[in-house]
């Protein structure tokens, strides 16, 4: 039996191709982050897929299908958070060496538009820093959440007080 013939092998993407991407990603971010999944939702992410694929297709050089170019997304928001997470890693390390390398351009962008989402930074929680030592830590940036994070703090110092009284 002779074997089928090997698929030719697609060209990476350029840096251009990926500067279109992520473009078009962060012109289209509300559409596409949407948590809806009804039918209509589905439709507009799949034409806003389809418009950003044209896009980069204009600017490349190998014809990409829309499949390839949300792969190629996927990837890079993998590459960007794992990168993200090795740069704080080796910021935090004590002692002398070389600095730590610093992300890529496509990286950064990916990571700046990222930046406040729990997928980059994680949840804070009871157990990731909402409480130490039975202290609320505020790292609060909104004023209604300073002023809860300040009347919890009052409650817990009155019970306080009322326990040691009795």
Not at 26 to 46: P, R
């Amino acid at each position: 039996m002779a074997s089928p013939a090997k698929k030719a092998r697609k060209s990476n993407f350029s840096a251009s191709e990926i500067a279109v991407l992520t473009e078009k990603y962060e012109e289209h971010i509300e559409i596409l982050q949407s948590k809806f999944t009804n039918s209509v939702t589905n439709a507009k992410k799949n034409k806003v897929w389809e418009e950003i694929a044209a896009c980069v297709n204009a600017v490349g050089v190998t014809l990409r299908t829309t499949q390839e170019v949300k792969d190629k997304w996927k990837n890079l928001q993998c590459t960007a958070k794992k990168e993200f997470s090795g740069f704080k890693k080796e910021q935090k390390k004590t002692g002398g060496g070389p600095a730590p390398s610093k992300p890529s351009e496509a990286t950064l962008k990916i990571i700046d538009m990222f930046s406040e989402t729990p997928s980059f930074t994680g949840l804070q929680g009871f157990e990731t820093g909402g409480f130490t030592n039975g202290n609320l830590v505020c790292a609060l940036k909104s004023k209604v959440a300073v002023k809860r994070c300040f009347l919890l703090l009052v409650v817990k110092k009155h019970d306080l007080l009322a326990f040691k009284l009795l």
